[in-house]
Nanobody
Framework: QVQLVESGGGLVQAGGSLKLSCAASGSTFSINVMGWYRQAPGNQRELVATITRGGSTNYADSVKGRFTISRDNAKNTMVYLQMNSLKPEDTAVYYC????????????WGQGTQVTVSS
């Protein structure tokens, strides 16, 4: 089992920045991919960014060039999302995700953190 706890959300004006953190605990040695997803009211949960144990990253087109994902590979316990040039359309609940185990069989989620960008 892996437990994920997000922090760093809040209210920011358009053009501002926020940094989200996700702390993993439990069987962190089994985590292969960590990522961030978001869900706005009335919308489906969508991918924001992912990062593999080897450091390969993937971003949604809507956040490329503005958001940066990183992780602490030394302990495999932290993943971050630096969000710059925030837009009102970035407003959502942001969820941390971890894929673990052989073949990424296990899928874990945090409880989410609210990000609100005012215009």
């Amino acid at each position: 089992q892996v437990q994920l706890v997000e922090s760093g959300g809040g209210l920011v004006q358009a053009g501002g920045s926020l940094k989200l953190s996700c702390a993993a605990s439990g069987s962190t040695f089994s985590i292969n991919v960590m990522g961030w997803y978001r869900q706005a009211p009335g919308n489906q949960r969508e991918l924001v960014a992912t990062i593999t144990r080897g450091g390969s990253t993937n971003y949604a087109d809507s956040v490329k060039g503005r958001f940066t994902i990183s992780r602490d590979n030394a302990k495999n316990t932290m993943v971050y999302l630096q969000m710059n040039s925030l837009k009102p359309e970035d407003t959502a609940v942001y969820y941390c995700n971890a894929l673990a185990g052989l073949g990424n069989t296990y899928d874990f989620w945090g409880q989410g953190t609210q990000v609100t960008v005012s215009s």
